[in-house]
């Protein structure tokens, strides 16, 4: 599985961002999607994730209500609407897949991410 994430920029506070995350290859073997970011001297986080079959999701505490994570999966992507954002929502976001494996995709899971994509938020 390869994933591209596109959408990143420089905003101001307060602002919106969309970000865009395509996968390729054995896609039909995603079982979730997920964003995460990573902000200068801090570890990664999750920030959302998305499962492919039902569509659940599930957000960070810092960005619920402002964030959106979707998927669209005849097209094989996800994205992740950003609003009202703030300077600590600054870092590089990193699209993730969890992969199911085995011939019957019952095992679970191998990681697959992106190269990520830079959010800066002046305030």
């Known amino acids: 599985v390869q994933l591209v994430e596109s959408g990143g920029g420089l905003v101001q506070a307060g602002d919106s961002l969309s970000l865009s995350c395509a996968a390729s290859?054995?896609?039909?073997?995603?079982?979730?999607m997920d964003w995460y970011r990573q902000a200068p001297g801090k570890p990664r986080e999750l920030v959302a994730a998305?499962?492919?079959?039902?569509?659940?999701?599930n957000y960070a505490d810092s960005v619920k209500g402002r964030f959106t994570i979707s998927r669209d999966n005849a097209k094989n992507t996800i994205a992740l609407q950003m609003n009202s954002l703030n300077h600590e929502d600054t870092a590089v976001y990193y699209c993730?897949?969890?992969?199911?494996?085995?011939?019957?995709?019952?095992?679970?899971?191998?990681?697959?991410w992106g190269k990520g994509t830079q959010v800066t938020v002046s305030s």
């Open positions: 998305i499962t492919i079959g039902d569509g659940s999701t």
């Open positions: 993730h897949a969890e992969v199911l494996m085995g011939p019957e995709r019952r095992i679970c899971c191998s990681d697959y």
């Open positions: 290859g054995s896609t039909f073997a995603i079982n979730a």
